[in-house]
């Protein structure tokens, strides 16, 4: 006999895609909103493609995120029945590992996802991969936020895979999964912003708006997550990427500047 029941299993699939997916849409609704409505004109030297933004797709890009969440939904709960014949090492109490490994566990999710992303991301490369499946991501030339999912079903399927194997390996409670999921889609969200907010000298370390924004336009290099580690290590990186991220900067501050000129000081609009 099963331990759970058909009404246990489609609550929990419920459940998992309703938390999935409102988060999704409440944090890339929120930075849309954010950036792409309310701030279109004061952060506009801030946006990295300087082309108009009727080239985005954010409702093309929403229907194929929602139908990845769809699925990374039926795979996690099918970790959850899993679970149930105890094959993880999911754990449900917090005394078992206690506080520090429950913080520690979000961050070695965070690096092990981010190396699998890394090779998993150049698989998608693959001439004869990237044609049938990860084309679709790269639809999106000037992504927006809510491209953070918009995936190929199959890439969908690539993407949540990790899981299993950290699942089946290490304890991890279901509480640092979630948070570590919240922080993965605010930290995407971000790479699709299409603005770039960050200060310059964080493009040597860490993934930015304008590194997968790159990888957007160009389609080559730039296949990482969070940590720019991969990406140096093996070459992937796009020659001009830290002269562009510091050259949006410079734009934003002399636009900033421009703007707090007194109107007599400003000097005159160029007709063209
Ligand atoms: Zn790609
Ligand atoms: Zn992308």
């Not at 995407?188 to 603005?195: A, D, E, F, K, R």
Request: charged share 15%.
């Amino acid at each position: 006999m099963l331990p759970f029941t058909m009404l246990d299993l489609g609550t929990t699939l419920g459940l998992v895609f309703g938390l999935f997916f409102g988060h999704y849409l409440v944090i890339a609704g929120g930075f849309f909103l954010g950036f792409w409505v309310l701030g279109r004109r004061r952060l506009a030297a801030r946006r990295i493609q300087q082309q108009p933004l009727r080239s985005a797709r954010p409702g093309r890009e929403l229907a194929f995120s929602t139908l990845s969440i769809a699925l990374f939904s039926v795979m996690l709960t099918g970790l959850w029945v899993i679970d149930h014949f105890g094959f993880t090492r999911i754990y449900w109490d917090v005394a078992d590992y206690g506080w520090l490994w429950f913080v520690a566990s979000i961050g070695v999710m965070a690096l092990i996802h981010d190396s699998y992303y890394y090779w998993a991301h150049r698989f998608m490369h693959h001439p004869r991969v990237f044609r049938r499946v990860h084309k679709l991501h790269h639809e999106f030339h000037n992504p927006s936020p809510f491209a953070s999912y918009a995936f190929h079903p199959w890439e969908a399927i690539v993407e949540v895979a990790w899981v299993l194997p950290v699942a089946l390996l290490l304890p991890i409670h279901p509480g640092a999964f979630a948070g570590y999921i919240v922080i993965l889609t605010v930290l995407n969200v971000i790479s699709h912003l299409g603005y770039e907010t960050y200060p310059s000298w964080i493009a040597r370390w860490f993934i930015t708006s304008t590194h997968h924004n790159l990888h957007h336009t160009r389609g080559k290099g730039h296949f990482m997550l969070y940590f720019n580690i991969w990406d140096r290590i093996m070459g992937t990186n796009q020659h001009d990427y830290e002269a562009m991220i510091e050259a949006i900067n410079e734009r934003a501050k002399a636009a900033r500047k421009s703007a707090q000129q007194p109107q007599s000081e400003a000097p005159e609009a160029v007709r063209v």
